[in-house]
């Protein structure tokens, strides 16, 4: 067992990481000279999304981590909050644009949209639309945990996966290097956690079992 | 054996994602935004409406001098069939600028084609909308069909941009925008 002080400082800069590359997208894209010309409903919707995306990063950590970065029982509680947070904010980046600009939105939602990254949004959109249906209902429907875990995480990778792509085919304010470096590093959470809470973590229990 | 399965269907799904996003992506470089070219000699074809072309138009847009500066949007009109230019037709354009979104009136004028059939208006830098650089141009008068156009800049960094359409005569019977 390493010493406690050791762990703290190794758990302050994983801490110090994430949250920088959570908060740079955010800071770059608030500080595009592009949002300069922009009306508050648009300002409003992108940087939702933008937030959205960043959470997406974080989001399977708090879940994924734990007890590595931080206690499993507050890990959940930020996990589920988290969760609330990107639809909200999904509902918010869709919403506001809207508002702004009915035509592009209604293309979009309607898979009529002339741009390519439209289509991706919507996939996302409905796996996060799915995901959100089945964690109110799981419960009432008797979903297995362990059935459910593979469904979340499904929809996970799918929501992540078509969310990063539709970012990254857009062209707007956010700064090109730090929302690559996001989309590539909730890819990988996403995939990690995904791979940790099906597979590692149940092979590592039973093989706690046997041994003991 | 069941580790490995899975790790090969996930790296299979984010390779499958990578793969989509990449043929998402071909449209935007295959499909060039002056794609009105004609055969040369040939009859001159109606250029076809492009998707989202409408959105955001406001009939009647008036006729200006500019919508700014540092931006160039010129273009040749021609007659379907024969391929004779229109003079004294009305352009419509509206797009998003450095001054704000395609809805801000400022942003959206009407300019008439010259003796030789060309329109050309300035207008203030060009911003992506909704993820894309472009620009909305519409005819939308009696004389000929009703056609909406959405190209796309190849770079938000052009400063010019060029697009030459083709009108087909009016049919007597179809419906007008609102």
């Avoid at chain 1, 959109?125 to 089945?134: N, P």
């Avoid at chain 2, 984010?14 to 998402?24: E, I, S």
């Avoid at chain 2, 959206?108 to 060009?126: A, C, F, W």
Wanted: aromatic fraction near 6%; charge should be positive.
């Amino acid at each position: 067992m390493r010493p406690a002080r050791v762990e703290a400082r190794g758990r302050l800069a994983a801490w110090t990481v994430i949250l920088a590359v959570a908060a740079v997208p955010v800071i770059a894209a608030a500080a595009s000279p592009l949002q300069a010309g922009r009306e508050l409903l648009w300002v409003t919707g992108g940087m939702a999304g933008v937030v959205a995306l960043s959470l997406l990063f974080v989001q399977p950590l708090l879940k994924a981590a734990a007890p590595a970065l931080l206690p499993a029982r507050s890990g959940t509680l930020w996990h589920r909050w988290a969760g609330i947070a990107i639809a909200v904010l999904v509902g918010l980046h869709i919403g506001a644009l809207y508002l702004y600009s009915p035509d592009d939105i209604t293309d979009a939602l309607l898979l009529v949209a002339p741009t390519p990254f439209s289509l991706y949004g919507v996939i996302s959109l409905w796996c996060l639309v799915l995901t959100v249906l089945l964690v109110a209902t799981r419960r009432r429907l008797g979903l297995a945990k362990r059935w459910w875990r593979v469904l979340h995480s499904v929809l996970a990778v799918a929501i992540v996966s078509a969310g990063v792509i539709h970012a990254v085919l857009i062209e707007g304010a956010m700064e090109e290097f730090s929302k690559l470096a996001v989309c590539a590093a909730a890819l990988a959470t996403t995939t990690a956690g995904a791979l940790e809470i099906n597979l590692f973590g149940p092979l590592r229990r039973r093989r706690k079992l046997q041994s003991a | 054996m069941t580790g490995k399965t899975i790790f090969a269907n996930r790296r299979l799904l984010l390779t499958g994602a990578v793969a989509a996003g990449a043929v998402g992506l071909l449209p935007r470089f295959l499909v060039s935004a002056d794609a009105q070219s004609q055969p040369a000699g040939g009859s001159y074809k109606p250029t076809e409406a492009m998707a989202g072309g409408a959105n955001n138009y406001e009939p009647n847009a008036p006729l200006v001098e500019n919508l700014g500066t540092g931006f160039v949007v010129s273009g040749l009109v021609r007659k379907a069939g024969n391929g004779e230019p229109l003079r004294n037709v009305r352009v419509q354009i509206w797009a998003a600028t450095e001054r704000g979104g395609e809805r801000v009136p400022s942003n959206r004028g009407s300019v008439m084609t010259d003796d030789q059939g060309r329109y050309r208006l300035e207008t203030s830098p060009i911003v992506p909308q909704f993820g894309q650089p472009h620009i909305h141009i519409a005819y939308d008068d009696p004389g000929f069909a009703t056609l909406f156009l959405r190209p796309v800049l190849n770079s938000r960094h052009d400063k010019t941009m060029n697009v030459d359409f083709v009108l087909a005569p009016a049919s007597p019977n179809a419906p007008r925008p609102s």
